[in-house]
Nanobody, 125 residues
């Protein structure tokens, strides 16, 4: 069964950091581009960042550039979202998704083939 599982969420104070992981089972992640998305209570889902299958190209939401980083370890079938200088407005459920295609700079607004169930990130003092 093809599955994506997010982990690494939790409660963190403002200014802190978290590293989220997106692990795949049932398929090789190195053939897929990966996107991270988030949804805060009462808000629509928004794109956070995405990475090409090779890891050579990444795209970030403009508001997150400089604070978030995205990288992948295809040998471990895992993609990581490093989140630094976290703010209360980063509180949301974070989802990863896999796509067979690489959409380039439009990757935050394109359909993905597989989705994880999400991991909660709460930024609060």
């Amino acid at each position: 069964q093809l599955q994506l599982v997010e982990s690494g969420g939790g409660l963190v104070q403002p200014g802190g950091s978290l590293r989220l992981s997106c692990a795949a089972s049932g398929f090789a992640l190195d053939s897929y581009s990966i996107g991270w998305f988030r949804q805060a209570p009462g808000k629509e889902r928004e794109g956070v960042a995405c990475i090409s299958s090779s890891g050579g190209t990444t795209t970030f939401a403009d508001s997150l550039k400089g604070r978030f980083a995205l990288f992948r370890d295809n040998a471990k079938n895992t993609v990581y979202l490093q989140m630094n200088s976290l703010k209360p407005e980063d509180t949301a459920v974070y989802y990863c998704a896999a796509a067979r295609l690489w959409y380039g700079s439009r990757c935050l607004n394109r359909p993905y083939d597989y989705w994880g169930r999400g991991t909660q990130v709460t930024v609060s003092s």
